[in-house]
T-cell receptor, first 112, second 116 residues
Framework: QKEVEQNSGPLSVPEGAIASLNCTYSDRGSQSFFWYRQYSGKSPELIMFIYSNGDKEDGRFTAQLNKASQYVSLLIRDSQPSDSATYLCAVKLSFGNEKLTFGTGTRLTIIP | KAGVTQTPRYLIKTRGQQVTLSCSPISGHRSVSWYQQTPGQGLQFLFEYFSETQRNKGNFPGRFSGRQFSNSRSEMNVSTLELGDSALYLC???????????????FGPGTRLTVL
């Protein structure tokens, strides 16, 4: 079992709709969870992060954690063509360990 | 505030050679992590440095090494290059939070290494 798993997609969503991205992790002790966006040929860009104590909303983006089922989700409301990218989920095991373990990413395409 | 910078942006080397990549973190960030990204394996953690000390290391052979200087700038070195080392090498930096843990990591633009 991979430590962090994501559906590779591609996931196609109409413009204006909600895009839902999911990620499962294997280590129950994981403390913090990150979503990065990566455009083709570019480096990952941090979108949101949450800790094990709760969900978070920032503009059109909401990150949610389900600790019991060990998955993290990212919701993108009012999807825009500029949201088309690969979304990487990353998990940090503990606050003292800076290692990020990444999923393979989900490719999202917003259809105008 | 300037972001993470990496040099060079592109490198072409041949098998058996060695290469040194450089990373300058965001001002005030003392933790620097290195990652390798390939189409087949995705993003994989190489190592992390803080205050000139390697604190964590990923599952890479000893050909991959790094160091950090007193100004937090970091270098990574790959010796005896193999074809499979062709990848995007990413550096990320983070700062110490007021709550005692580390804040989120910000990535540099990466160095694209091609081994022929």
């Amino acid at each position: 079992q991979k430590e962090v798993e994501q559906n590779s997609g591609p996931l196609s969503v109409p413009e204006g709709a909600i895009a839902s991205l999911n990620c499962t992790y294997s280590d129950r002790g994981s403390q913090s969870f990150f979503w990065y966006r990566q455009y083709s040929g570019k480096s990952p860009e941090l979108i949101m992060f949450i800790y094990s104590n709760g969900d978070k909303e920032d503009g059109r983006f909401t990150a949610q954690l389900n600790k019991a089922s060990q998955y993290v989700s990212l919701l993108i409301r009012d999807s825009q063509p500029s949201d088309s990218a690969t979304y990487l989920c990353a998990v940090k095991l503990s606050f003292g360990n800076e290692k990020l373990t990444f999923g393979t990413g989900t490719r999202l395409t917003i259809i105008p | 505030k300037a972001g993470v910078t990496q040099t060079p942006r592109y490198l072409i080397k041949t098998r058996g050679q060695q290469v040194t990549l450089s990373c300058s973190p965001i001002s005030g960030h003392r933790s620097v992590s290195w990652y390798q990204q390939t189409p087949g394996q995705g993003l994989q953690f190489l190592f992390e440095y803080f205050s000139e000390t390697q604190r964590n290391k990923g599952n890479f052979p000893g050909r991959f090494s790094g160091r950090q200087f007193s100004n937090s700038r970091s270098e990574m070195n790959v010796s005896t290059l193999e074809l499979g080392d062709s990848a995007l090498y990413l550096c990320a930096s983070s700062s110490l939070g007021s709550w005692g843990g580390y804040n989120e990591q910000f990535f540099g633009p990466g160095t694209r290494l091609t081994v022929l």
